[in-house]
């Protein structure tokens, strides 16, 4: 059981945009801290997609966005195309479980 | 450019011991909290350790405290993970995580290694 939850799937078709949320308490993202998230591909490994919330790393195109309110967060893709077909997680800090760095469980996209 | 190179995994028995290493380059090493990831077969990612740019402090995660051992090495640019007591859980592609802060504790991996492959098995 992860300390932070995702949906496990969500699918969209070419061009439509999807959304995928990450629900945490107040131990984690309700605390304040900053939530990041990664695109693991197929076979590959995890990448930093966005950081401290809705901060594009470099090369990151902006049809990815990230948001957060209050217990959660959420990541949005729009314009979806084949490539970003891939699981993606969240990640943050919390100060009273077992972990200090915590994920989701992970979301597996689809694109139609 | 940043690379992360682990190495060090293998098939270990129930109880036993092993040691992960990953060689970095491409950006000042001493600057950065480094971490350790892993993902169980078919799995999610879980954060497993990390230590702060000095290695005076380090981080576990529940399941592996008192059995692994996170280190560091900066003048070879070099972060180990020494896993004593290991269960067949611990079976997971470990990677090494470069932190994009060094601060209190680990906060967001920038880059990541390709991991290496540890499967405890009798």
């Known amino acids: 059981q992860s300390v932070l939850t995702q949906p496990p799937s969500v699918s969209g078709a070419p061009g439509q945009r999807v959304t995928i949320s990450c629900t945490g308490s107040?131990?984690?993202?309700?605390?304040?801290?900053?939530v990041h998230w990664y695109q693991q591909l197929p076979g590959t490994a995890p990448k930093s997609l966005i950081y401290?919330?809705?901060n594009r790393p470099s090369g990151v195109p902006d049809r990815f966005s990230g948001s957060k309110s209050g217990t959660s967060a959420s990541l949005a893709i729009t314009g979806l195309q084949a490539e970003d077909e891939a699981h993606y997680y969240c990640q943050s800090y919390d100060s009273k479980l077992g972990g200090l760095a915590v994920f989701g469980g992970g979301t597996k996209l689809t694109v139609l | 450019e940043v690379q992360l190179l682990e190495s060090g995994g293998g098939l270990v028995q129930p109880g036993g011991s092993l040691r992960l290493s990953c060689a970095a380059s491409?950006?000042?090493?001493?600057?950065?909290?480094m971490n350790w990831v892993r993902q169980a077969p078919g799995k999610g990612l879980e954060w497993v350790s990390g230590?702060?740019?000095?290695?005076?402090?380090?981080f576990y995660a529940g399941s592996v405290k008192g059995r692994f051992t996170i280190s560091r090495d900066n003048s070879k640019n070099t972060l180990y993970l020494h896993m004593n007591s290991l269960r067949a859980e611990d079976t997971a592609l470990y990677y090494c995580?470069?932190?994009?802060?060094?601060?209190?504790?680990?906060?967001?991996?920038?880059?990541w290694g390709q991991g290496t492959l540890v499967t405890v098995s009798s």
């Open positions: 401290a919330n809705n």
């Open positions: 230590t702060s740019g000095s290695g005076m402090s380090t």
């Open positions: 107040s131990s984690n993202i309700g605390a304040g801290y900053d």
């Open positions: 491409g950006f000042t090493f001493n600057n950065y909290i």
């Open positions: 995580a470069k932190d994009r802060l060094n601060g209190e504790a680990p906060y967001s991996f920038d880059y």
